[in-house]
């Protein structure tokens, strides 16, 4: 096998092919990657033998690889050594994030992720369109989960983020986290006037946003509602502008 250096600039391993492998990753090993993986790597991105790879467990262990051989539907992959990906925020951001139909609860998820968003518990509220039985919910959660994956893949996170199961917005809003926010276009206060947190929980509504009721409940387990600037926000719009201004304000986009 055709020898390469890893001592390479940052902005060169950012072009490096970035894989989860859900497994442990012990140097100088040779280990086969599961199928969509192997295929992402032969039939997507055409890799021939000895390219470069990044392997992560999604648990903060990240290494060096070269893709070694590829069989059939599998590729091998020769593990080289460990190295340090610093891209997780000081703030630790829990997203409580009303489901959404389409492609909006996809995008969302996927934008969370790469802004560094830690927890993502998928809520069924009131105006929820979309209802899904256990099946479906697992089927679903199988799938958010693959678009965390993809997320982190691209974004260069070495965790992945917690997917909790699908919760109804009245057991969702009892959990305990030192700061509690509801982004409310009626709201007067923005989040500039509170007192700086490194840990967070927001909760973002459906399409047709959460009712009065709702908003009664969260406020009565210390949601402080917030407003989001003057103008209404779609579901996924909100997530993104809301993880971004707090990454601003207390994160690591400061």
């Not at 968003?117 to 369109?129: A, G, K």
């Not at 276009?185 to 459906?206: C, R």
Request: charged share 20%.
């Amino acid at each position: 096998m055709q020898a390469f250096s890893w001592r390479l600039q940052t902005t060169e391993i950012m072009r490096i092919p970035r894989i989860y492998y859900d497994g442990e990753l012990i140097e100088g090993t040779t280990i086969e990657l599961d199928r969509s993986a192997s295929q992402h790597v032969c039939k997507v991105l055409r890799l021939d033998t000895s390219a470069p790879l990044i392997l992560f467990n999604g648990k903060g262990k990240s290494v060096t690889a070269v893709l070694e051989s590829t069989s059939g539907k599998a590729a091998q992959v020769k593990i080289l050594e460990g190295i340090s990906e610093l891209t997780e925020s000081p703030l630790q951001i829990h997203l409580g994030l009303a489901i959404s139909k389409g492609d909006r609860m996809d995008y969302a998820i996927q934008k969370a992720v790469e802004v560094g968003t830690n927890i993502i518990t998928p809520l069924t509220t009131e105006r929820t369109v979309v209802r899904l039985d256990s099946k479906r919910q697992q089927k679903k959660l199988d799938h958010w989960r693959g678009v965390i994956i993809s997320a982190c893949e691209q974004c260069g996170r070495a965790y992945l983020p917690t997917l909790n199961p699908i919760s109804p917005l009245s057991n969702w809003i009892t959990h305990t986290s030192p700061c509690k926010i509801m982004f409310d276009t009626e709201a007067e206060q923005t989040l500039s006037q509170l007192q700086k947190y490194n840990k967070v929980s927001i909760l973002i509504g459906p399409e047709g946003g959460l009712s009065d009721n709702e908003r009664s409940q969260a406020c009565s387990q210390n949601f402080e509602s917030i407003k989001l600037g003057p103008r209404i926000l779609r579901t996924e719009t909100a997530v993104v502008s809301a993880c971004c201004a707090l990454q601003v304000l207390w994160g690591d986009f400061s």
